[in-house]
T-cell receptor, first 115, second 116 residues
Framework: DTGVSQNPRHKITKRGQNVTFRCDPI?????LYWYRQTLGQGPEFLTY????????KSRLLSDRFSAERPKGSFSTLEIQRTEQGDSAMYLC?????????????FGPGTRLLVL | DQQVKQNSPSLSVQEGRISILNCDYT??????FLWYKKYPAEGPTFLIS?????DKNEDGRFTVFLNKSAKHLSLHIVPSQPGDSAVYFC???????????????FGEGTQLTVNP
């Protein structure tokens, strides 16, 4: 399977705990994106990596959120001191090499529930 | 502000008929538009796209139309099949300056139900 994979698929945690999600992009894609989706809404952009460099962050990404892509391959998204409002689906996408017509391909997502 | 809007939260059609899903946008900087299909508990699956320099793109049963002057795009599915039942998201691409990446802005989605 050469698609985008994400782990875990589901995470239940208590408020105040830290959680970490992992994304493995399509191997030949150098661009990786994180989005968040809440019920009844479309996905919202969080952050973007080109290789290992984090080049763009949304204002939705508070200081409790940190993302890394240390070797330019897989990426992790950590949420510290989780709050109930962090409950959402966290989606990872990777982009192909086309400069003008990039298509982003999404993984299955990690559904987070903060109790 | 909602830069991409899908005003119909749901649409129901009969199998074999045409499904038309609509999307409006406000940002003139968007240069590429995509439609994604999403089943419950899965990530969005890419369906079809169109560049802002075109007004139509067709792929099998799926056709996307873009009206730049009206800032409106639509997805036509013909003939519709029960397996097409899913949530459809319209997304618009905005380049990220000084990089080759982009961010997508999504609409709220339209739940399509195709009845046998």
């Amino acid at each position: 399977d050469t698609g985008v994979s994400q782990n875990p698929r589901h995470k239940i945690t208590k408020r105040g705990q830290n959680v970490t999600f992992r994304c493995d992009p399509i191997s030949e894609h150098n661009r990786l994106y994180w989005y968040r989706q809440t019920l009844g809404q479309g996905p919202e952009f969080l952050t973007y990596f080109q290789n290992e460099a984090q080049l763009e962050k949304s204002r939705l990404l508070s200081d409790r959120f940190s993302a890394e892509r240390p070797k330019g391959s897989f990426s992790t998204l950590e949420i510290q001191r989780t709050e109930q409002g962090d409950s959402a689906m966290y989606l990872c996408a990777s982009g192909n090499r086309g400069l003008f017509q990039e298509t982003q391909y999404f993984g299955p997502g990690t559904r987070l529930l903060v109790l | 502000d909602q830069q991409v809007k899908q005003n119909s939260p749901s649409l129901s059609v009969q199998e074999g008929r045409i499904s038309i899903l609509n999307c409006d946008y406000t940002n003139s900087m968007f240069d590429y538009f995509l439609w994604y299909k999403k089943y419950p508990a899965e990530g969005p699956t890419f369906l079809i796209s169109i560049s802002s320099i075109k007004d139509k793109n067709e792929d099998g049963r799926f056709t996307v139309f873009l009206n730049k002057s009206a800032k409106h795009l639509s997805l036509h599915i013909v003939p519709s099949q029960p397996g097409d039942s899913a949530v459809y998201f319209c997304a618009a691409r905005q380049p990220i300056r000084e990089t080759s990446g982009s961010r997508l802005t999504f609409g709220e989605g339209t739940q399509l139900t195709v009845n046998p």
